[in-house]
């Protein structure tokens, strides 16, 4: 799910990049907003940053003593992304194993997705190996799944979220594709 949110950060810039026009200023702060936002990745909390929508108040700037930079309080929007339990979405798969598969879905790399949760799919192995049902639905490399997710889990070594996901439930399965 994506989500609209309001963050507060402190943004430290360099004594030398300090300049007396404020809109240098103001553009040397947005480009180091935009470093230390792509730096963070993600949160527990609030998922994958994805995007500053808009600065909303840079405050006051105060000096650091030893170094002469500048810390600067800002307001600002983002989106961001999370998963939750529960949630429909869908997912491209990266790797098809025996046990399951491993999907992409928009900035998660591990949607997990169990042989166990794919009821009535059958492991199909050799060389491009697949899950087919009896309707010759395929779960193959590169194809397109919907499911939903039964859990997450946050790794804060990797600052990433893991998902185990889940085909039980109505039109969840492989996307077909239509040519238009």
Known sequence: MFLKVQLSWNVIIAAENLQLESLMLQRAIIIRLLSD?????????????????????????????????????????????KIFKGEVLEGVVHKVLKHGVFMRCGPIENAYLSNLKMPDYRYVPGENPCFMNAKMSKISRDATVRFMVIGTKWLEAEREFQALVSLEGDYLGPVSTVDL
């Not at 002469?68 to 992304?81: E, I, K, W």
């Open 37 to 81: 936002f792509a730096a963070k990745k993600a949160s527990k909390d609030l998922g994958y940053f994805l995007a500053v929508m808009s600065l909303e108040k840079i405050g006051e700037g105060k000096v650091r003593q030893h170094t002469g930079d500048v810390l600067f309080p800002v307001v600002f929007n983002a989106l961001t992304f």
